[in-house]
């Protein structure tokens, strides 16, 4: 059905305020939203006894505030084939936001979805903190000005076609990129590109959004705009990208973390070697570069390299975990055994690889007077600035183009291969192609810090006195760009002037339940690991051990996990998930034994979501034979897992969100985690770090997408995780017969023997295999 001119009148909805907005002076039509001068503060509303920080204010809300200054600065173009195009200043990597932009830009403009292109915007400095894409905010933050752009650039067609069709706008109606008039007329948006565009100077209109009740695209499931290019594998990475003269670069790393290079004793013999044209020493190791990365990594694996001691020699998980321990603050509340019950309880998190399934990599071409840079960033306008200061460059002399990238989970926060990439190409007076060897990601690369949790709640009849939490972590690295935007708000901010780590901590963590006075606070040692925030940050730790406590009470006061839970929570959206998943899942039905079911709650950046979760603990399962394999484990059977995040723009690219959440949460729980030995990680490969594979993955998986709660849309890139996690905790203490505070560390077989051969350090990297093709089924 076409879509008739909207009431340019206010409503009492968001969506029937007025907008302003901009039509740029362009060649074709370009639109682009004013959001910042329009938005009101919040009102001010009677607050529940001692919220915490983040439901006050949260990470989200700072990150969209960030990005409002500058968000006339994003636009929608609409071009003379009927198409329209917008630049989107954020990072595609494989989260499916250029898919739910474009729905926005379709719903808006009243075109289809097949005819909206959405590209990766390069490096903007003039965005300030408005090109970042971290905590789930993308959506969040595009959400009104991409509709605003849209919106406005559909009222100049409107306007234009009145003119060639002779009509009034009011008596016109736009159906798919088609304008017709009352009389049956009718013309494109195509014909109409260059006649709405805008006159010599930038002009102010006003709009209207669409109400909810008329979305024809938002809300609908649509698969990804380039989900045949993926299947087809031509979606282009930075490695597909043939920039002329960039060849394969690869770096020799040092046997332990952020060692240094002292000297190379062969570095003539090396750059001898079939097809290698340089070698060169590096802040980061010693660089090769030739003509393929098999010659390139033949090199690595021949140099001889005297290196120095790196940032955490000698360490091991041991010594890690006494520091700690060492650093945990104290709890508050004493025991009072008289009056008071008091449980306690404590955790350790071990260290968990950021490697995304795309190893770390980028191109760089790096001449005297500028450079340009090419690779997966989510923060290209820090990468930008940091490679200019590095190379003793202006800022406006680096060109940072943003391409699609494999994975990330919080790993393309950093752009370190970018960096090193800039470094080496001046090194080598060069462009090149440089990549990370998985053992290199694993060992040299980020890792999710190692953590504790120490809990204490106290406990009178069956009344939850005090509950406090205290979360100490290896130092979380946020020189990303975030640290800069905390520093820019931090007069605003209900946090004040703390660290950026507990900064972080206090705008993304809280406590739903409602549990007598608490503390929720986090204390991190510098220990020298290259650090990141992986999915979640702090929520999977965080949430887990909230979530084990939770089961721990329920039991001390005999009642049912559920029923628990449903009395506690203190939102009835998360009551609404928590229903949902008991109902869908059966919970409390009768299983046999050694097999449990868990379940846990987990609010964050304006979504909630639960899990339901069946285990299989029995010793056949634990035990059974898997080949190509050293180690099975435990078995989620079933997951349930409901999700609301308020206004769901893609309800099928949120499904496959929630369900790489949902392996993430099992893994982390189970399996996935590294050992630390000798100032070096163990693992080095896929092979080694054992996260959910395909045939421990559960075979039950039910999704569900919860109907819009509120009219705008919540986070949804990490909320899959923390609270599966928590809940396949919560199943295997119950399938084990053990107390929930009694699982004293995770993943839960971190402290068996190894179920694998470590590689050596020296070589950093292993041979490139010669038998590829026996492996084939």
């Given amino acids: 059905m076409a879509n008739e001119q909207r009431s340019e009148g206010h409503g009492g909805r968001m969506e029937r305020r007025t907008f302003l907005g901009f039509v740029l002076a362009a060649p074709t039509l370009?639109?682009?939203?004013?959001?910042?001068?329009?938005?009101?503060?919040?009102?001010?509303?009677?607050?529940?006894?001692?919220?915490?920080?983040?439901?006050?204010?949260?990470?989200?809300?700072?990150?969209?505030?960030?990005?409002?200054?500058?968000?006339?600065?994003?636009?929608v173009t609409v071009h003379e084939d009927g198409t329209a195009s917008f630049a989107l200043p954020r990072a595609e990597v494989g989260q499916g936001v250029t898919t739910s932009t474009a729905m926005l830009v379709a719903e808006e403009l009243d075109l289809p979805l097949d005819k909206v292109r959405v590209s990766l915007a390069d490096a903007r400095p003039e965005l300030l903190f408005n090109q970042f894409t971290a905590g789930s905010n993308t959506t969040i933050s595009t959400y009104t000005p991409v509709r605003v752009a849209a919106a406005i650039a559909r009222g100049q067609l409107l306007r234009a076609a009145a003119i060639e069709l002779g009509d009034t706008v009011a008596g016109l109606t736009t159906h798919l990129g088609v304008i017709t008039n009352r009389a049956g007329q009718s013309i494109g948006y195509g014909a109409l590109a260059v006649k709405a565009a805008g006159a010599q100077t930038t002009q102010q209109v006003a709009t209207t959004l669409k109400p909810r009740t008329e979305f024809s695209v938002i809300g609908t499931p649509r698969s990804r705009v380039d989900a045949r290019l993926a299947v087809t594998g031509r979606k282009t990475f930075a490695m597909d990208l043939e920039v002329p003269g960039a060849l394969p670069a690869m770096v020799c790393r040092p046997p332990t973390i952020n060692g240094t290079v002292r000297s190379v004793r062969n570095a003539t013999e090396v750059a001898a070697m079939p097809g290698i044209t340089d070698v060169a020493t590096v802040s980061t190791g010693v660089a090769v570069r030739g003509e393929t990365f098999g010659q390139c990594v033949d090199a690595v694996r021949a140099l001889d390299v005297e290196w120095g001691p790196g940032t955490a020699e000698g360490a091991d998980d041991d010594s890690v975990l006494r520091k700690l321990k060492a650093a945990e603050i104290p709890l508050a509340v004493p025991k009072i055994p008289l009056l008071t019950k008091t449980v306690d309880a404590s955790f350790t998190f071990r260290f968990r690889s950021n490697s995304a399934l795309e190893p770390n990599c980028a191109i760089a071409d790096v001449r005297d007077a500028a450079a340009e840079v090419w690779g997966s960033l989510k923060s290209p306008i820090v990468t930008q600035q940091e490679i200019a200061a590095r190379l003793g460059l202006p800022q406006s002399a680096v060109t940072v183009h943003v391409t699609e990238g494999g994975g990330s989970f919080g790993r393309k926060l950093f752009s370190d291969a970018a960096l090193e990439a800039a470094e080496v190409s001046k090194a080598m007076g060069k462009p090149v192609k440089l990549m990370w060897?998985?053992?290199?990601?694993?060992?040299?690369?980020?890792?999710?810090?190692?953590?504790?949790?120490?809990?204490?709640?106290?406990?009178?009849?069956?009344?939850?006195?005090?509950?406090?939490?205290?979360?100490?972590?290896?130092?979380?690295?946020?020189?990303?760009?975030?640290?800069?935007?905390?520093?820019?708000?931090?007069?605003?901010?209900?946090?004040?002037?703390?660290?950026?780590?507990?900064?972080?901590?206090?705008?993304?963590?809280?406590?739903?339940?409602?549990?007598?006075?608490?503390?929720?606070?986090?204390?991190?040692?510098?220990?020298?690991?290259?650090?990141?925030?992986?999915?979640?940050?702090?929520?999977?730790?965080?949430?887990?051990?909230?979530?084990?406590?939770?089961?721990?009470?329920?039991?001390?006061?005999?009642?049912?996990?559920?029923?628990?839970?449903?009395?506690?929570?203190?939102?009835?959206?998360?009551?609404?998930?928590?229903?949902?998943?008991?109902?869908?899942?059966?919970?409390?039905?009768?299983?046999?034994?050694?097999?449990?079911?868990?379940?846990?709650?987990?609010?964050?950046?304006?979504?909630?979501?639960?899990?339901?979760?069946?285990?299989?603990?029995?010793?056949?399962?634990?035990n059974r034979p898997v080949e190509g394999e050293a180690y099975a484990g435990p078995r989620v059977t079933k997951v349930v897992f409901a999700v609301d995040v308020g206004l769901p723009v893609n309800p099928r690219g949120l499904e496959a969100q929630m369900m790489g959440g949902v392996m993430d949460g099992i893994a982390l729980s189970l399996s996935s985690s590294l050992h630390l030995k000798d100032g070096h990680f163990q693992e080095g490969s896929w092979d080694n770090y054992f996260y959910t594979r395909q045939?421990?993955?559960?075979?039950?998986?039910?999704?569900?997408?919860?109907?819009?709660?509120?009219?705008?849309?919540?986070?949804?890139?990490?909320?899959?995780?923390?609270?599966?996690?928590?809940?396949v905790a919560c199943a295997y203490a119950r399938a084990t017969g053990t107390r929930p505070t009694d699982l004293a560390e995770f993943p839960l077989n971190h402290a068996d023997e190894l179920h694998f051969e470590p590689l050596p350090t020296t070589p950093p990297i292993p041979q490139s295999p010669?038998?590829?093709?026996?492996?084939?089924?």
Wanted: aromatic share 6%; hydrophobic share 40%; with cysteine.
């Fill in 695 to 727: 045939w421990n993955a559960p075979p039950e998986l039910q999704l569900i997408v919860m109907p819009a709660t509120t009219d705008s849309p919540g986070g949804a890139g990490e909320l899959g995780v923390a609270a599966t996690s928590a809940a």
């Fill in 30 to 75: 370009v639109a682009a939203a004013q959001i910042g001068e329009t938005v009101m503060a919040p009102p001010a509303v009677a607050l529940p006894s001692l919220p915490g920080v983040a439901e006050i204010v949260d990470l989200n809300d700072l990150l969209t505030d960030a990005a409002l200054p500058t968000s006339s600065l994003i636009t």
């Fill in 437 to 622: 060897h998985r053992t290199d990601d694993f060992r040299q690369g980020r890792a999710h810090p190692m953590s504790t949790a120490r809990i204490r709640a106290t406990l009178l009849g069956n009344e939850i006195l005090t509950y406090e939490q205290r979360h100490t972590g290896v130092v979380t690295e946020f020189g990303h760009g975030l640290g800069e935007m905390i520093t820019a708000a931090a007069s605003r901010l209900p946090v004040g002037y703390q660290t950026f780590s507990q900064a972080i901590f206090q705008l993304t963590q809280e406590i739903p339940y409602d549990v007598g006075i608490t503390t929720l606070l986090l204390n991190e040692v510098d220990t020298g690991f290259n650090t990141g925030s992986m999915r979640g940050i702090y929520s999977p730790d965080v949430r887990c051990a909230q979530e084990l406590m939770i089961d721990r009470l329920a039991q001390e006061t005999r009642q049912d996990p559920v029923a628990f839970r449903r009395r506690l929570l203190k939102d009835e959206r998360a009551r609404a998930v928590l229903d949902k998943v008991a109902e869908a899942g059966d919970w409390g039905r009768t299983m046999p034994a050694g097999f449990a079911q868990g379940i846990a709650v987990h609010p964050e950046y304006k979504g909630v979501a639960a899990a339901l979760v069946e285990i299989d603990c029995r010793p056949g399962t634990v």
């Fill in 770 to 777: 010669t038998d590829g093709l026996t492996h084939l089924v």
